[in-house]
């Protein structure tokens, strides 16, 4: 097949970027012909709230990325879409995930449509984690223009169809493993290049920080006095999407500071299998949720994972077989953050991780996007 896959792609960094470019890979590997069409211009400045939206890392010379689509700009979506009618390709995948890029994706399909291709929806999330009331007004715009949808969370699919009254294909399929960080090195190795004592046990909390993510309920769960009993130290590796003030006087005010790691800035893609491979257990104690590209890393690294009880992280992360789901609460975090160190139950998680990551292939993703 032809496919054209629209979203972040690089130069811009991130987990969506490398969400698109590995399915772009996979569908390269099963014998398909593969471009992206990415952004120009994907947010204006002050919409994005960390340093730069561009990565630092050298362009991947094994996918065809053209960039033309300003989402500001309604020119380039009518552009884009004529190039698409004129190619005529078998499927156009949208990578969505937030209601600004709907009326964007919504008439670059309009006017990219034809006999030959079907316009295919792959949702990331389809109302944000922090809604506003654009995200009530703007994907109809964008639902009513595809022939199906895939998503990665059960509470997406509702989402969607909160959107569609029609009959569309809503397919399932969960969030891949995220393999392409390279694979696991020596704990000893990845704490001495991190600057870590390996002797020490370690939590991880990863990726940017905001509201919802919870760093907050991590922190106070942190304080718990039972957890000093444990050589155990908590690193937040992401960079703060938000002021970083009200969770340093959280660390301040339970004297935490010389137990916490904070490397509070972006986190390079070379350096990321560092931070899973001195990790005992990753931790997500988020208040909202979807599905998490964050538990896919876990999985390819075979981290045990503390994920809260939200969206579908639940289904992804089995209580007790491959780690904790607990309530949004600190002390329930803490409890099971105790139990896991004082049982020793790393083993044991990784063992059933082994066997759980099967499940979440990439192969399983293409296969359930060629069904619509």
Known sequence: MHIIIIGTAYPYRGGLSAYNERLARQFQQEGHKVEMITFTLQYPGFLFPGKTQFSSEPKPDDLKITRMINAVKPSTWIKTGRLIKKKAPDKVIFCYWMAFMA?????????????????????????????TVLD????????????????????????????????KPKLLSPHPIYDHYGEKVDRSLAAMRLGLHEQNYYILFFGFIRQYKG?????????????????????VAGEFYESPEPYLKLIKKHKLESLIELRTKFIEDKDVKNYFSVADIVAQPYRSATQSGVSQIAYHYENPMLVTDVGGLAEIVPHYKVGYVVDVKPEKI?????????????EEFKVNIREEKKKYDWSRMTETINLI
């Open 103 to 131: 009326p964007c994706f919504g008439t670059i399909a309009r006017h990219g449509r034809n006999s030959k291709t079907k316009m295919i929806g792959l949702i990331h999330n389809m109302i944000p984690h922090e809604p």
């Open 136 to 167: 009530r007004l703007f994907p109809r715009y964008f639902v009513q223009a595809m022939d199906g949808f895939v998503a990665m969370a059960g509470s997406v699919v509702s989402d969607i169809n909160s959107f569609d009254k029609d009959v």
């Open 215 to 235: 760093l907050d309920l991590l922190l106070e769960a942190f304080a718990d006095k039972r957890l000093r009993e444990f050589p155990v130290r908590l690193i």
């Open 334 to 346: 803490a409890d099971a953050l105790v139990d896991f160190f004082a049982h020793k139950r790393a």
